[in-house]
Nanobody, 124 residues
Framework: QVQLVESGGGSVQAGGSLRLSCEPSNYIIRMRCMAWFRQSPGKQREAVARIYSETIINYANSVKGRFTISRDNIKNSIYLQMNSLKPEDSGMYYC??????????????????WGQGTQVTVSS
């Protein structure tokens, strides 16, 4: 069974940085669609970054220029480097992947596998 384990969350002040990691079990990430979602209190879960086909990367407009998604196929892990953090970046961050690889949409319902989440709190 596919399992995704996130780590790296924490509490930082605005302007600070965090690096999230996602390590899958029973799953090879190479060439697969991998995504980071976040859910803030009272809001829908939103896709903040997606990487697929090794080189195709998409970001939510709210994080462009500040967040960087990357993958390490040797370590079989994906990462989310978050810089210049803002209070509105606070939330639970989830790593996700899906069975099919012909697309990698920012749509929560299309992903079958999710991690347990890691909390990010940014104070002003």
């Amino acid at each position: 069974q596919v399992q995704l384990v996130e780590s790296g969350g924490g509490s930082v002040q605005a302007g600070g940085s965090l690096r999230l990691s996602c390590e899958p079990s029973n799953y090879i990430i190479r060439m697969r669609c991998m995504a980071w979602f976040r859910q803030s209190p009272g809001k829908q879960r939103e896709a903040v970054a997606r990487i697929y086909s090794e080189t195709i990367i998409n970001y939510a407009n709210s994080v462009k220029g500040r967040f960087t998604i990357s993958r390490d196929n040797i370590k079989n892990s994906i990462y989310l480097q978050m810089n210049s953090l803002k209070p509105e970046d606070s939330g639970m961050y989830y790593c996700a992947t899906k069975n099919s690889d012909w697309d990698c949409p920012p749509v929560e319902d299309t992903y079958q596998y999710w991690g347990q989440g890691t909390q990010v709190t940014v104070s002003s």
